[in-house]
């Protein structure tokens, strides 16, 4: 059983007595729950995707103290770098840069490039600045799932793989970090994140969006990501009383995550009104989509979402969600 921490010194202590022996720590950030190792252990490293069972190729975010520490780390921070650094350290920002030669490959999944952040937690910082090094994390879930937004999220799946969670409650955004790549004199927003598009601009003119063949890879831009195991589909508010009237028939449970209460109640459906703000739906939606996932239904039906910039980042995790649904949804329907 990982030990539940909160960071008093000797809980503080413990947590790097763990990272400096090459184990591994989740921490909380202000946007989901990091499995963190120390980022200059390429051992330790190599522990986090045995853990998540991710690809080994596949890089990961190398979070940092402060700005101070970016040059240690990217032997190159282009101007637009540097005052997006300025602006959102710390904060929900992941920079992709040319890395250092001392970054080791484990890191980077042997690109030229290196993924950086200086996340805002008090925890995470309290880690970060008692540790000095920086600390490899991706978010603390199995490869492909939902991210974790609560020490319990850690703790129900990756359970004895880590030595140490430190519980540092909710978190804030509950969305991972917007990332920007700058390569060959370009900036690439490759992930939507809490911060939008437009504020990026604001700094970066010139911001492309999306990847495209030169990128540098990004699995969660990819095929099915941020998915729970019950299928997801996403449907039209209009549609939602008679596609979940059609999914339960035989009294089998479907789930519902809308922005509206239901018209009238159904006992084969559970139903989670999300609410209409993007800020509270966006921080809500994975515990939402935990809940959902663990209610034995066949099927969660998400309500659509806006197509407005507040919802950028939920729309592209809801999308990656529910990709891979589809093929199976069409062979149960053949079948019943
Ligand atoms: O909010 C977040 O970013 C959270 C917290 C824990 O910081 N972390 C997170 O990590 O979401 P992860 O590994 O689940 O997603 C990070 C993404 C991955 O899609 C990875 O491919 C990409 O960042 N990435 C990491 N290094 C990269 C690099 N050198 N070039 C391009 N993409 C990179
Ligand atoms: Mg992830």
Redesign the pocket.
């Known amino acids: 059983m990982a030990r539940v921490l909160r960071a008093t010194e000797a809980q503080l202590e413990a947590a790097l007595r763990s990272l400096r022996a090459g184990e591994l720590v989740a921490?909380p950030?202000?946007?989901?729950?990091?499995?963190?190792a120390d980022a200059g252990n390429p051992a330790a490293v190599r522990r986090i995707f045995a853990v998540k069972g991710?690809p080994a190729h596949?890089?990961?975010?190398?979070?940092l103290c402060g700005i101070a520490q970016l040059r240690d780390w990217a032997r190159e921070v282009p101007q637009g770098a540097l005052r997006l650094a300025q602006r959102f350290w710390p904060g929900?920002l992941?920079l992709?840069?040319p890395?250092a030669g001392n970054v080791s490959e484990a890191?980077?999944?042997g690109?030229?490039?290196?993924?950086l952040?200086v996340?805002s937690h008090p925890m995470?910082q309290q880690l970060l600045a008692a540790f000095q090094g920086g600390i490899a994390?991706?978010?603390?879930?199995r490869y492909g799932r939902l991210?974790p937004t609560r020490a319990e999220h850690v703790r129900e799946e990756l359970g004895a793989a880590v030595s140490v969670v430190l519980d540092g409650g909710e978190c804030q955004?509950g969305?991972?970090?917007?990332?920007v790549?700058f390569q060959g004199g370009r900036a690439r927003l490759?992930?939507p994140?809490?911060i939008p598009a437009a504020q990026i601009r604001r700094i970066v003119a010139q911001l492309q969006v999306g990847a495209d063949e030169t990128?540098?890879?990004?699995?969660?831009?990819t095929s099915a990501?941020y998915a729970p195991a019950t299928p997801l589909i996403i449907v039209p508010a209009g549609q939602i009383e008679s596609r979940a009237e059609a999914l339960s028939a035989g009294g089998r449970r479907v789930a519902v995550l809308a922005r509206r209460a239901p018209l009238a109640a159904h006992p084969s459906v559970t139903w989670i009104d999300a609410g209409r703000r993007a800020r509270q739906y966006g921080h809500d939606l994975y515990d939402n989509l935990r809940t959902l996932d663990k209610s034995g239904c066949r099927r969660i039906l998400v309500q659509d979402v806006p197509d407005a910039p507040a919802w950028a980042a939920i729309a592209d995790r809801l999308r990656r969600a529910a990709a891979g649904a589809g093929r199976e949804d069409a062979a149960e329907a053949d079948a019943t």
């Open positions: 921490f950030t202000e946007t989901v729950y990091g499995l963190g991710r596949h890089p990961v975010i190398v979070h929900p992941t992709v840069l890395r890191v980077t999944g690109q030229d490039s290196v993924a952040r996340p995470a994390a991706p978010s603390a879930n991210s955004i969305l991972e970090s917007t990332i790549a490759l992930r994140g809490a990128s540098p890879r990004v699995p969660g831009s990501h």
